[in-house]
C-alpha cells in the first residue's frame, strides 16, 4: 500500500517553470524527509533537495539548482513539491521524489532513500 506517484512533468522551454507534485499514500508524509532527485541518461541520480519533517523545519538544495529550485510540503494534501524556474536544456531528466526511514533526517546520498516514486519526464527545450 505504500507509494509515491509523481507528476507535473513535461516539456518546457529555457526560462520557463513547472512545478512537480510527490503525493503519497499508505503512509503520512509529513513524517518523513522527503528528497528530490534527477535522472538523465548516461548519468548518476543526481540528489537535488530535501525537506525534513516539519518539527526541524529546514530543507537543502545542491549548487547545481540553488537559488531555481525550491522545495515546500502541503501536509494538507499529503504532497511535496519541487517548484523550478529558470529551466534550462541541462535540466532535462526523469525526476523521482523518496523518503528516507520514519522520523529520520534529510540524507546525503540516493542510496540512503528506501521508498520511491516511477518519475516523472522533464524535458527543457526551444
Known amino acids: 500500500q505504500l507509494q509515491f506517484v509523481e507528476s507535473g512533468g513535461g516539456l518546457v522551454q529555457p526560462g520557463g517553470s513547472l512545478r512537480l507534485s510527490c503525493g503519497a499514500s499508505?503512509?503520512?508524509?509529513?513524517?518523513?524527509?522527503i528528497g528530490w532527485f534527477r535522472q538523465a541518461p548516461g548519468k548518476e541520480r543526481e540528489k537535488l533537495s530535501c525537506?525534513?519533517?516539519?518539527?526541524?523545519?529546514?530543507?537543502n538544495v545542491a549548487d547545481s539548482v540553488k537559488g531555481r529550485f525550491t522545495i515546500s510540503r502541503d501536509n494538507a494534501k499529503n504532497t511535496v513539491y519541487l517548484q523550478m524556474n529558470s529551466l534550462k536544456p541541462e535540466d532535462t531528466a526523469v525526476y523521482y521524489c523518496?523518503?528516507?526511514?520514519?522520523?529520520?533526517?534529510?540524507?546525503?546520498?540516493?542510496?540512503?532513500?528506501?521508498?520511491w516514486g516511477q518519475g516523472t519526464q522533464v524535458t527543457v527545450s526551444s
Open positions: 523518496a523518503a528516507h526511514g520514519l522520523f529520520r533526517p534529510c540524507a546525503l546520498w540516493p542510496e540512503e532513500y528506501d521508498y
Open positions: 525537506i525534513n519533517t516539519s518539527g526541524r523545519n529546514n530543507t
Open positions: 499508505g503512509f503520512v508524509l509529513d513524517y518523513y524527509a
